[in-house]
């Protein structure tokens, strides 16, 4: 645990987020939710879900949040968190039902030691920095050991998101579920 010094990203650190950056997490989530922007807006990827400050709280205490942060503010953040987290999200269980059918190297997705990753989101004025990727390479060395896979989903309609995961972060797209006719693509990917 604590901070992961990225070489690329000067004046910049990886870290666990902390109780006082739960306000700025919250801030960047709303400022990125779906049904806050506008479509010209959503074409720069979008949050499909909110979580509430409890949630929040609750994922830090859990696998945790990582927070991408200068020495002014938080810049973007990633949360991960365990399959059996009460996420309260019809989309997140509808993705969980999915695993026994879906496959990743040959094998179903439950049986593999699993972690959910996501939601991330990068502030809209520090995006194209490698901030996704610091916050993908901090977050796979605090889950190291304890999960074999990392799994996602993105909202089909959000290509920008797609494209930084399945292009951007090497993720494997490996099913498709769908909620209240969206559909979501499942993304999976190895843990060291």
């Known amino acids: ?74 810049l973007g953040y990633l949360c991960g968190f365990r399959c059996d987290f009460n996420h309260q999200s019809p989309v997140i269980a509808k993705m969980l039902e999915a695993f026994d059918s879906v496959e990743y190297e040959g094998k179903p997705l439950s049986s593999y030691r699993l972690f959910i990753y996501g939601p991330v989101c990068i502030d809209r004025p520090h995006r194209r920095r490698g901030l996704l990727r610091g916050l993908y390479e901090a977050l796979k060395q605090e889950v190291t050991g304890q999960f074999e896979v990392g799994v996602a989903f993105v909202a089909r309609n959000n290509p920008h998101s797609l494209r930084a995961h399945v292009d951007g972060l090497g993720m494997a797209e490996v099913g498709e579920f769908e909620v209240k006719g969206n559909v979501y693509v499942i993304l999976a990917f190895k843990v060291p």
Do not use: C, H, W
């Open 1 to 74: 645990m604590g901070e992961f010094p990225v070489a690329s990203m000067p004046g910049v650190e990886f870290r666990r987020a902390q109780p006082q950056d739960f306000s700025a997490i919250l801030k960047i989530q709303s400022a990125n939710y779906v049904g806050n922007l506008s479509a010209e807006e959503r074409r720069e990827g979008f949050l499909s879900a909110e979580f509430t400050p409890e949630q929040v709280a609750e994922m830090v205490g859990d696998l945790g949040i990582i927070v991408a942060g200068d020495s002014e503010s938080v």
